[in-house]
């Protein structure tokens, strides 16, 4: 156990180490780089941590997080309300609105189901989504999950949880990265590149 | 440029993306996570950087990090105040200190000179270092530097500074690590293990 010569950088440490993917030297190096900075600056990293905890809101639509109750997508009149895209969390959100493609409007789930991190269909955001459907405003829901073994469960989970509802379900589309070569794709996406073929006309029509 | 859907996680990413090597896609994936903790544990990491960045105290002996004017090293009576190891900053001495090896002070320069950087002989501790070699009482300075060319650089600045003063200046060994073998070492390091190599009884004594 390491030593450290002030109580004070210990505690610092201590809680920077908590951080996800930081280690014990990172953090030590975090708070010698804190030491150098001015304390103003150190205020501001302290203080916009802790008020962004206590004060961000999530949309009461769609769960994004947001500065309001509504986010900026859910009261954007030009969003289509007809179409909602199943997220995994903010950062997806963030991702599909940077390409610029996506013209409709979003649902949070906090999660995926993942019974290996304790993480059921409890803890996300499903019933929230499920009243939303209710209305019938919704006509397509688009499952934009991760391709991973969490994210296939979940997928199959909100299949058969909507099937109720009268509305198309659709996954983003698997297959070769824009810009890769056929030989360096693994298998399965290649295989699923093939079975899931796009007309040539309608890729024509694509920016 | 990203857009982020809340200004408060955007400031607080914004700041977590100041700390040394963190970009702004891990400094969101901590400021996330940061939401998913505690309110009690986020306001832990933000006052306890800023209360050691505001409290902690530099050892007016020795410039290492401390929680009172004179650090635990410089104030127990047991080590030998003969013998003044440099170092670079404080992890060196926290390094040093888990050898076991070492019995003397130390004194902690706060960095290296570094002109690409902006640093030079002033912004360093060197003038505490001479004063504390007045009295006399110390007999040898061990110069423990990076073996990088800022850290030559130091060396021979502080062999120029030191050269009126009564004592012994030497540096740490440089050879090959323990534990390494000969054909996987670079060529400077095994020259120099040769050419400063040690009587083996020497060796025969150390642990």
Do not use: W
């Not at 201590?14 to 993917?21: M, Y």
């Not at 991702?95 to 979003?106: F, H, L, W």
């Amino acid at each position: 156990m390491q030593t450290y010569p002030s109580k004070l950088l210990e505690l610092a440490v201590n809680e920077l180490a908590k951080l996800p993917g930081i280690g014990r030297k990172t953090a030590l190096r975090m708070a010698l780089h804190l030491l150098k900075r001015n304390l103003a600056d150190v205020e501001a990293l302290g203080t916009s941590v802790i008020k962004m905890r206590n004060e961000i809101i999530y949309c009461t639509e769609c769960r994004n997080i947001s500065d309001q109750e509504l986010c900026a997508i859910c009261v954007n009149p030009k969003r289509d309300r007809t179409v909602v895209c199943v997220v995994e969390d903010i950062r997806d959100v963030m991702a599909i609105e940077n390409t610029g493609q996506y013209n409709g409007v979003y649902h949070v789930l906090g999660g995926i189901i993942s019974p290996m991190n304790g993480i059921g269909p409890n803890e996300l955001h499903i019933d929230a989504l499920t009243a939303r459907l209710g209305s019938g405003v919704v006509k397509e829901v688009i499952l934009a999950l991760p391709t991973t073994i969490e994210g296939d469960t979940t997928n199959f989970y909100l299949f058969r949880k909507l099937s109720g509802f009268n509305l198309t379900l659709t996954t983003i589309a698997r297959g070769i990265s824009v810009g890769d070569e056929l030989e360096h794709t693994d298998e399965v996406t290649l295989g699923r590149s093939i079975l899931n073929r796009t007309p040539y006309e309608s890729v024509l029509k694509q920016k």
